[in-house]
Structures are given as C-alpha cells and as structure tokens.
C-alpha cells in the first residue's frame, strides 16, 4: 500500500512554544491531504483540510491562527502548532489519498509541558 | 450529517473464539466505507473499504461485508496479535474527508 511518513514520532515542549508536524506522501503525490486528532480511547476528529497550493480549510471549532497549516508540495503538508498549551497535547495525524484508498502517517504525540 | 456508530465499545475474547464488530451508518452518498487497524501510540492501518452493498473482502482472519445500513467486520479464530481497534470510517463523496467512529477495543487473550 501507500505509504505516508509523518514526522516527528512524539515531541515535548514547553508552553508557549511552537511546533511543527511534517507529513509525506513517500511514493505517491497528494494534492490533498488530512489533519487529524485524537484524544486517549477517542476517535479521529478532523481538524483540517489541506490543498496543495491553496489554504487550509478548517473545521468548525479549530483555530487556523493557533493550527498553521502549509501545503507547498504535492507530497508534504505540515501542521504547526503555535503557541503550545498543555491543552494542545494530543495525538496528531495526517492522512493522505493514493488511488487505492485513504493511508495514514504514523502519528504525532504531542505533550505540552 | 453523516454518522458512523460502532458496537461494541469493548470486547474481549478467547483466542479462537470468532466474532463480529458491527459499524452502522448514516451519509448521504456513500463512497466508500472503510476499516482500519490502530494500535496504541500509532497511526490507524488501512485494512478493506467496501464500495456497494453486498460486497464482501476477507485478509487473513478478517472478512468485511456491506449492507446498506451497516458493515461488519467478522475476526475468524483471533490470536492475541489481533488485539487492537479497529475503526469503521465513511466517505461520502469525491476527495472529502472520512468520518469515523469511536472504535471498538478488541483484546484475544491467549
């Protein structure tokens, strides 16, 4: 199947500051791609819709200024999170659609110290 | 607004011992439905989607079936490696993102 890298695997910050999520289409290019989270023995909420070459469409409830979302490349679309708080540790993952159906990066933990 | 209902939350079985996940759901259109594979700390796993009624898809111990209303997703003879949770997600249409249920917690225990 597809294959999609998200990086990095987990990541530790303090509040306040600012990091940044990659994800890659590995043999397949995406002209779109998608943000998720997921809190603890919760289900994936969308969080964003990124088109390549466009701005990010947002779900309702998520702040585009806070969840800064870039897609430069038909094979990599990142997710900065700004400004981190301790409410913003979750479990972040992009997906991506290849012919054969929708692949999902590894994920992203993210704790906010 | 389209919704994907999963039961059971939980279930625990007996290495061997089959059993089906059910995945109802509501959309207007449907593309595709789709079942995953998560393990803790991971992404989901893609596993079968299912496009029109009747159809049916089988890897290793797992078959998924298609009804209008609901899929099922049947675990013949489990093993503890089986253990994770699998997601139930629907498309309703073109490049629009998956809706997805909660999931159902599944432990085989040896």
């Avoid at chain 1, 070459?53 to 200024?65: F, M």
């Avoid at chain 1, 012919?99 to 590894?106: D, K, T, Y």
Wanted: hydrophobic share 35%; glycine share 8%; proline share 4%.
């Amino acid at each position: 199947g597809a294959v999609v890298s998200q990086h990095p695997s987990w990541v530790i910050c303090k509040s306040g500051t600012s990091v940044k999520i990659e994800c890659r289409s590995l043999d397949f290019q995406a002209t779109t791609m998608f943000w998720y989270r997921q809190f603890p023995k919760q289900s994936l909420m969308l969080m964003a819709t990124s088109n390549e070459g466009s701005k990010a469409t947002y779900e309702q409830g998520v702040e585009k200024d806070k969840f800064l979302i870039n897609h430069a490349s038909l094979t990599l679309s990142t997710l900065t999170v700004t400004s981190a708080h301790p409410e913003d540790s979750s479990f972040y993952i992009c997906s991506a659609t290849a012919s054969v159906g929708l692949f999902f990066g590894s994920g992203t933990q993210l704790s906010v110290l | 607004e389209d919704q994907v209902t999963q039961s059971p939350e939980a279930l625990r079985l007996q290495e061997g011992e089959s059993s089906s996940l059910n995945c109802s759901y509501t959309v207007s259109g449907l593309r595709g439905l789709f079942w995953y594979r998560q393990d803790p700390g991971k992404g989901p796993e893609f596993l079968f989607t299912l496009y029109s009624a009747g159809e049916e898809k089988e890897k290793e111990r797992l078959k998924a079936t298609l009804t209008k209303k609901e899929s099922f997703l049947h675990i013949t003879a489990p093993k503890p490696e089986d253990s994770a949770t699998y997601l139930c997600a629907v498309q309703a249409g073109g490049n629009t993102p998956l809706v997805f249920g909660k999931g159902t917690r599944l432990s085989v225990i040896a």
